[in-house]
């Protein structure tokens, strides 16, 4: 296995990567945002209310009280 950062040979201590610095060095890229995960929630609260009226309808019983 390479390290992702810079594709030498990985460390057992600092699996996935060949040292502390390369870690440091990814763990940055997700601090700064340069790393995402995708998300599909709407970025507008009135869509995400809206997003979520329409789940709620989709459920089975969510017309039914608790």
Same mark, same amino acid.
């Given at each position: 296995m390479s390290c992702p950062i810079c594709s030498k040979p990985t460390v057992k201590e600092t699996r +996935? =990567?060949?040292s502390k610095r390369c870690a440091d060095l990814d763990l940055a890229r997700?601090?700064? #945002?340069?790393y995402a995960v995708p998300s599909g929630d709407p !970025? !507008? =609260? !009135? !869509?995400?209310e809206q997003a979520l009226d329409e789940a709620a309808r989709k459920e +089975? #019983?969510?017309?039914? +009280?608790?």
């Open positions: +996935p =990567f060949c997700w601090f700064n #945002g340069s !970025d !507008d =609260f !009135d !869509d995400l +089975p #019983g969510a017309d039914r +009280p608790h």
